[in-house]
């Protein structure tokens, strides 16, 4: 029984280049939020989707950064032309419903050189 | 506004020692108030969760009280074992006007239980 899964875990890029960010959620869930977590940090709110939907992205910057969820596969992360400020732990979480309970992934920890 | 503050943000007990950790939330229409245990370099994992047509739940050693009135939240972990040491967050639900149930996290208190 397959919790929410991420990959890569880890992820190195240069300034200015582009970062994928996948997330598997929990088989079933059809409902994924994503967050982001700086050192020392609570975690913020990004950004949720439904299938082929995006519900709400209240908490993602409006330039360089998108969401995508489509029919098959993995929900994506997408941040182009990355900065340092980018930098940080993005979690994938996942809910059967809209307002229950969210399982969250093991992250993906960028690091922007 | 959506503001979820936590305290304290560390907190050292001896093994064996209560522990309690407070939340407060500042949106009277949150309803949902979810516990994540997050050890050093691992996923956050729900521990335990309180909807406020309830005043209080336990599971073993843990509990969760909420007092809507005062809008504060708090968890109490009980014969604190050295496994017990992480970063906790709480969380408090925002419902938006698309109906979505957004989380709000405390900023984290890191429990360091001594053996």
Redesign the interface.
């Known amino acids: 029984n397959a919790g929410v899964m991420q990959n890569p875990r880890h992820l190195v890029r240069r300034r200015g280049q582009e970062a994928r960010l996948r997330c598997s959620p929990v088989k079933g869930h059809s409902h994924v939020y994503w967050y982001r977590q700086l050192p020392e940090e609570g975690l913020k709110f990004m950004v949720y989707l439904q299938k082929e939907n995006i519900i709400d992205e209240s908490g993602m910057p409006k330039e360089r950064f998108s969401a995508e969820f489509p029919k098959e596969g993995p929900s994506i992360l997408r941040i182009q032309q990355v900065v340092r400020g980018d930098s940080a732990a993005y979690f994938c979480a996942s809910s059967p419903r809209a307002r229950s309970e969210q399982y969250f992934g093991p992250g993906t920890r960028l690091t922007v050189t | 506004g959506e503001n979820v503050e936590?305290h304290p943000s560390t907190l050292s007990v001896q093994e064996g020692d209560s522990a309690v950790i407070k939340c407060t939330y500042s949106d009277s229409a949150s309803n949902?108030f979810?516990w994540?245990k997050q050890e050093l370099g691992?996923?956050?994992?729900?521990i335990i969760?309180i909807r406020s047509n309830v005043g209080e739940k336990k599971d073993q050693r843990i509990a969760v009280t909420l007092n809507k009135t005062a809008k504060h939240f708090s968890l109490h972990i009980t014969e604190t074992q050295p496994e017990d040491s992480a970063v906790y967050?709480c969380?408090a639900?925002i419902v938006?006007n698309?109906?979505?149930?957004?989380?709000?996290?405390?900023?984290?208190t890191r429990l360091l239980v001594s053996p």
């Open positions: 936590q949902y979810p994540y691992k996923r956050p994992q729900l969760d967050f969380a639900s938006r698309t109906g979505f149930q957004k989380l709000v996290f405390g900023t984290g």
